[in-house]
């Protein structure tokens, strides 16, 4: 329903890093470390949204121990609000889908160790609005600073910024989100700025570092529940896809700002298990903000063991903030490392392939030194030892990560093998 397709262009600013509250708290000097986990309901439910909804999804977060793992924001997507503001200009929630109010919702959340996520674009229809699909026309635009404080009045974590306009500039739209940020930065409350400039905007995609306007931005078109649907950056991206565009973006990665490859589709049908399995292991290697998309209350036993997998976890949220580094692609057999605070560095094999291969890279390769390794396959849990091979056998789609630990004090970064296939994206303009 929402998009159409977005191709690649450059543009630059420079600016104040936006760097915010975690889910897991754990701040330094004032930034947050590790990408967002949670819940956001457009995936499944669209438009279809109201308060009972919300309210039964954070508390499935709860009792299901989704919370206790990381999953604290509850994102409300589109179609919250009232077709019109107030008198004064005030956005307001849908009297009849949210008629305790928006503060309430909020105050319910909270009341259960969870935070509020809330969307709306700064143009001056949302994304449901501009295709149709819901009425009025009650973007922020030219009510950035307003929007703010109502957002921080009520609570609210977390603010998902939406493009969904094919208008404007990327120099525009560096502009205008710089606008939110600053209004968000005003009112004094850690709000998380989640931004995707990619909606519908054939002037975008995943040239620029947004690292100084967000501490998330989009890095592709939206997501299906599709494994690849031949898309290199346009409307609808498939697992495949949008791995391809975002590998390449690591450098921009850090504490505080992250790519953001979309809302997971785990437990949404559409792939088999194994592309599930790739699909989270392959956002939590990338340091992507892990935002579940599914029926959390009807989720089944495999889409919970992927959705629960603490290794897997615990490699997203490490605090280095650091996304992996592609070591080695030959079209088939990929290979991605990413160093963790610990010294550990976890690696990816991941197998792109119609048939099951064998996949390999060394200590060496992905920047440590020494004889003798530990390797924990964070699928099984299972330990086993190197003397620096480390290889699996990795079914067609599959992904394969293994935590490595042992040897000498890694280097500072992966090194890329000859073979690597990595581009390098750069904005035209030097910073």
Known sequence: MRKVGALLAAGILAGVPFALQDPAGALENGVARTPPMGWNSWNTFGCDINETLIKQMADTIVNSGLRDLGYKYVVVDDCWFNPTRDSAGNLQGNPSRFPSGMKALGDYLHARGLKFGIYQVPVDKTCAQYFGGYP???????HEVQDARQFAAWGVDYLKYDWCSPNGTIDDQVRTFAKMRDALAATGRPIVY?????????KTGPQRDWGDVAN????TEDI???????????YPMGIQNIVNVTVPLASYAKPGAFNDPDMMEVGRGGMTDTEMRSHFALW???AAPLIAGNDL??????????LKNQNLIAVDQDPLGLQARQISNDGTRRVLAKKLANGDV????FNQGGSTTTIST??????LSGGSFTLRDAWTNAVSGSTGTISAGVPSHGTVVYRVSGGATPSPSPTASPTSQTTTMRSEVPA
Not at 362 to 367: C, L, M
């Open 136 to 142: 009025g026309a009650t973007g922020s635009q030219g």
């Open 194 to 202: 989640s931004i995707n400039p990619n909606s519908i905007h054939a």
């Open 216 to 219: 998330m931005w989009r890095t």
């Open 224 to 234: 299906t529940n599709k494994w690849d649907t031949g898309q290199t950056n346009g």
């Open 284 to 286: 939590a290697m990338m």
């Open 297 to 306: 209350r009807t989720m089944d036993s495999a889409t919970a063991t992927i």
């Open 346 to 349: 976890a690696v990816a094999l």
């Open 362 to 367: 060394t200590a060496s390769a992905i920047g």
